[in-house]
């Protein structure tokens, strides 16, 4: 009998193991420790994982259908290089937040209805961090998502025409002061995140138990007050800053 332990790509230790499809020796195992990475839903057995040379590797998929609410995107290529040309480190790359919509569910089912899901095939698309499955699928990085994982819209290259979805905003954040009271500069570092902004875009607010739209209590051009550390930052292509966030973070309205 194997006994086995299976962490996130940690170590699996194999011990009494005379023959298994894809890992076999004539003489068995007596322990041997293999690498492994897998899909964030860890399965019970080796089906679906490929054994070479010791190690073990997700399997590579031809094509994948959504189900219910889920979305299938097309990930963008992380930047490897800086735009002079010098190699960023792992640790230094930025993890991307934007994709092509490839695929789509039937929708989210409400009562007797099914809600088709907000987004169509071949926009592009604002995803949070830290959200949905990593897949490979004809050698190329796709996410599987819930539709409500998706902050927006991207009309074009620019953050700034973001169409966000739901209860989304998009708010322009307000400028950091750049002096004290006494007139010193201040460092990048030593600045004050501000944690107010305006209203730039807003979605069509979020679907009740009915299926029905809840109206926004914001609007575009409302200077507002919001949570410290929610949401989503974004840079624009003029330097300005950004965060997507939800209605549900915004403190208060102010005039």
Do not use: C
């Not at 041997?32 to 073990?56: C, D, E, K």
């Not at 290529?77 to 991307?96: D, M, R, W």
């Amino acid at each position: 009998m194997a006994a086995t332990q299976l962490t996130n790509a940690s170590a699996l230790t194999i011990k009494s193991l005379p023959s298994h499809e894809g890992l076999w020796s004539s003489k068995g195992f007596a322990s041997v420790n293999v690498s492994l990475v897998y899909p964030n839903s860890a399965r019970r057995s080796f089906h679906g994982l490929i054994t070479s040379a010791a190690s073990v590797s997700a399997a590579k998929y031809t094509s994948i259908k959504p189900l219910g609410d889920r979305v299938l995107i097309k990930t963008k290529t992380v930047e490897e290089k800086t735009s002079s040309g010098i190699f960023l480190p792992s640790s230094a790359q930025k993890k991307q937040q934007a994709g092509e919509v490839v695929a789509v569910g039937s929708g989210k089912r409400v009562g007797d209805d099914r809600l088709p899901v907000g987004v169509e095939i071949g926009k592009e698309v604002i995803y949070s961090k830290y959200v949905g499955t990593e897949v490979e699928v004809d050698g190329l990085s796709h996410l599987i998502v819930k539709e409500d994982d998706i902050i927006g819209i991207l009309e074009t290259d620019d953050i700034k025409d973001l169409k966000p979805l739901s209860d989304r905003l998009l708010i322009k954040v307000a400028e950091a002061e750049r002096k004290t009271a006494g007139g010193l500069l201040l460092s990048e570092s030593a600045k004050e995140r501000p944690s107010i902004g305006t209203v730039v875009a807003a979605g069509p607010g979020a679907l009740d138990e009915e299926g029905n739209r809840q109206a926004l209590p914001v609007s575009t051009g409302n200077t507002v007050m919001y949570s410290k550390y929610a949401g989503n930052d974004f840079k624009g292509t003029d330097g300005s800053d950004y965060i997507a966030l939800r209605v549900s973070d915004v403190m208060a309205v102010l005039s």
